[in-house]
């Protein structure tokens, strides 16, 4: 875990988070002086060379002291891996396929679970990642494999086999919506990001017509997001989804939750060195920049494209059902440990859902057979 070899540590951030910003600069002045939200994220996580996750800043890892701003499950215990193999491996089996496909795969960590756990199963393991940087690190990682993985910046025309996508959907880019005033009398604005006197970001919100995908009661302004691209995503998925299944694991609620009237503040933060902020307006290019996951409309986007909603519920209980805890036991204490967060209501066994998707006629992953929660979506 924290391992950052094949990472350039030693880049200048300064020179880094003021290139990235100049061309951002540029992007606004291009756009009329004002940039939606969505496209100014776009920017500062995905711009080769300078963005958050194309730069050679480290990222991953379990504690501040490796570089790292975040872990991720895979990072955490490879009992991760290995639970989702059981449920891979079911899909591959009911599908009739041998190929995965894995969006965003990070450090590799998942990918290695994955094929350590299935072994000769997968003829093919296709990793998807726009990051030069993290593909370098993959490559790497998983040399070991030699031609049994491959890389590919864009998607087939026609897919067949198992998509894995851990943390990939809270990564997509987000429209911010502000209400002021109460759900009656108030007015919808679409958040922007323009260029503050003096130097630096500064928000303007515009009136628009985009609204939130139900109403939100009370008296109180609004701030939330909107999920065009992660939708459109999904729709893109269902399209080239032609035998198999689709797995995403994500923190996030489903749409009633999402657009609760307590949460008025929205779900868009900010991680560095295991730290939260909420300014996503500063030093660009060396944070990450996120939102929780509206799963609603995540599957209904998939579904209305034509994929079955095969199953959706917390992490806690796809792991659990998928076996983790009899595997827990076979293993030293501090990997037990270890994997227990994965399960543990506090740490990531509730706030993480997950979501599973379907071509073809529906059947019964076992990491649903208790505690299936697609009704509540």
């Not at 020179?15 to 940039?35: F, M, N, Q, V, Y």
């Not at 958040?191 to 006197?197: C, E, I, P, S, T």
């Amino acid at each position: 875990m924290g391992d950052n070899r094949g990472v350039n540590t030693s880049i200048d951030s300064s020179s880094l988070t003021s290139a990235l910003k100049r061309h951002i600069d540029e992007a606004i002045r291009a756009a009329g002086g004002w940039l939606a939200f969505d496209r100014f994220m776009e920017l500062a996580l995905y711009t080769p060379g300078l963005g958050y996750y194309a730069n050679g800043v480290p990222k991953f890892g379990a504690m501040p002291e490796s570089g790292s701003d975040f872990v991720t499950a895979p990072e955490l215990s490879p009992l991760f891996g290995w639970a989702l193999a059981q449920q891979v491996a079911q899909a591959l089996e009911e599908s009739g396929t041998d190929q995965i496909w894995e969006f965003g795969a990070g450090t590799g960590a998942l990918a290695r679970q994955l094929l350590d756990a299935l072994g000769s199963r997968v003829k093919r393991y296709t990793i998807v990642d726009l990051s030069g940087d993290l593909r370098a690190r993959q490559k790497q990682a998983l040399e070991s494999f030699g031609e049994q993985v491959a890389w590919a910046e864009q998607l087939p025309d026609a897919i067949e086999g198992v998509i894995v996508g851990n943390e990939v959907l809270d990564a997509m880019p987000v429209k911010l919506v502000h209400r002021r005033g109460g759900e009656r009398d108030g007015v919808w604005h679409e958040r922007g990001v323009v260029l503050a006197d003096g130097g630096g970001f500064a928000w303007e919100d515009r009136v628009t017509d985009l609204r939130p995908p139900i109403g939100i009661p009370g008296p109180q302004d609004y701030l939330t997001e909107l999920q065009p691209q992660g939708e459109a995503f999904m729709r893109t998925i269902a399209d080239r989804l032609k035998r198999g299944a689709a797995i995403f694991i994500d923190y996030g609620f489903p749409e009633a939750e999402f657009f609760h009237p307590q949460r008025h503040m929205g779900t868009l933060v900010c991680h560095r060195a295991h730290q939260v902020d909420f300014d996503p307006l500063a030093d660009v290019g060396l944070k990450d920049i996120t939102a929780h996951v509206n799963f609603t409309g995540m599957a209904l986007a998939a579904q209305d494209a034509g994929l079955q909603v095969l199953g959706y519920t917390s992490q806690a209980h796809f792991l659990l059902n998928c076996g983790i805890a009899a595997e827990m036991q076979t293993r030293e204490q501090k990997q037990r440990s270890q994997a227990a967060k994965l399960v543990m209501e506090h740490e990531m066994g509730e706030l993480f859902k997950v979501l599973m998707l379907g071509a073809g006629a529906p059947w019964l992953p076992r990491g649903f057979s208790h505690g299936d929660r697609t009704h509540r979506l």
